[in-house]
């Protein structure tokens, strides 16, 4: 691949066109489940079914894993959630706007009020039956989680992250200089962006997937880039990157950030010449 490129469309379309076998690691963090909105049924991450999402996402990943290298690894963070169909729960969520808000609540499908879901494993279990080597579960610590006013529970204060492989032989370049990264649990403040609705990564957290899954001058992908941080580390550690973002304000959003940290650094960022709005791809491989 000549060039870093941002593609903007859905992930599982853009994959679709994306050659075999260039990638050298996938870090990335698709949409949690997430039901309360209204309207949004075809969109990932509102699906009314859990087993539709999962089903949605091993597709993605499938395709992940077709551009991955033999020894390509992935890196999926990924979060839970707890059933309810309590009004207070459903509006708890301040950036959702309450007119946006399903109504009246309704039960996630196939689970009682209160119930933990279990999203990461039953994804990372489906992901497993579907090919993938899973390889390790990092809980990903967060000392600065979101508050949640319960008292019959502990406050969810962890994320998930699953390293699966392609093979059963992949790389994985150890940072030796990093030794709280060969341990599986990471403490890693999270980071909030007042432009983005999603949680955006933490760099100290793609930083440590990246070392240890690519060498200098490799490909790495997001597929679900959102502000970009995947491309903002990928070019401070002289990787290249591709991204795939659905939204176009973050497509622009991600762009703005890479440019202006390579301008800050002097470091070699994104080509915004070459970022191509899908379907207008012109990938050089
Ligand atoms: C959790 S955010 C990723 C945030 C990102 N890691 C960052 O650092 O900013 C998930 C992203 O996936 C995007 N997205 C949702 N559905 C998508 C789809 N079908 N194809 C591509 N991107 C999608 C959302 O717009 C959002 O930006």
């Known amino acids: 691949m000549q060039s870093n490129a941002i593609l903007c469309g859905d992930s599982l ?48 990943f499938r395709e992940v894993r077709r551009t991955l290298t033999p020894s390509g690894t992935l890196w999926l963070v990924i979060g839970d959630t707890y059933a ?119 760099e100290p957290l793609v930083a440590r997937c990246m070392c240890a899954g690519s060498a200098k001058n490799e490909v790495v992908l997001d597929p679900f880039f959102g502000s970009g941080t995947v491309g903002i580390v990928a070019t401070r550690l002289m990787r290249r990157y591709v991204g795939i973002e659905l939204n176009p304000d973050y497509v622009t959003l991600a762009e703005k950030r890479i440019r202006e940290m390579a301008q800050k650094e002097g470091k070699c960022g994104c080509d915004i010449s070459k970022s191509m709005l899908y379907p207008c791809l012109n990938v050089k491989i």
């Open 84 to 202: 309810s169909d309590d009004e207070l729960w459903w509006a708890m969520c301040k950036e959702v706007p309450e007119k946006e808000l399903k109504y009246p609540p309704a039960l996630q499908q196939g689970f009682k009020n209160k119930d933990l879901i279990g999203i990461p494993w039953r994804l990372a279990m489906e992901l497993q039956n579907d090919g993938w080597y899973l390889r390790s579960d990092i809980i990903w610590s967060i000392p600065n989680h979101r508050p949640e006013p319960v008292r019959d529970r502990p406050v969810r204060s962890h994320d998930y992250v699953f390293l699966f492989a392609k093979s059963e032989q992949y790389a994985y370049h150890g940072c030796i200089e990093d030794s709280a990264s060969r341990k599986t649990v990471w403490e890693i403040p999270m980071v909030t962006n007042p432009s983005i609705n999603y949680a955006v990564f933490p």
């Open 13 to 60: 379309t853009v994959l679709r066109t994306l050659p075999d076998d260039f990638i050298s690691c996938c870090i990335t963090s698709p949409p949690y489940w997430d039901t309360r909105f209204s309207g949004f049924t075809d969109r990932l991450g509102y699906e009314e079914d859990y087993r539709e999402y999962i089903e949605h996402l091993v597709q993605v």
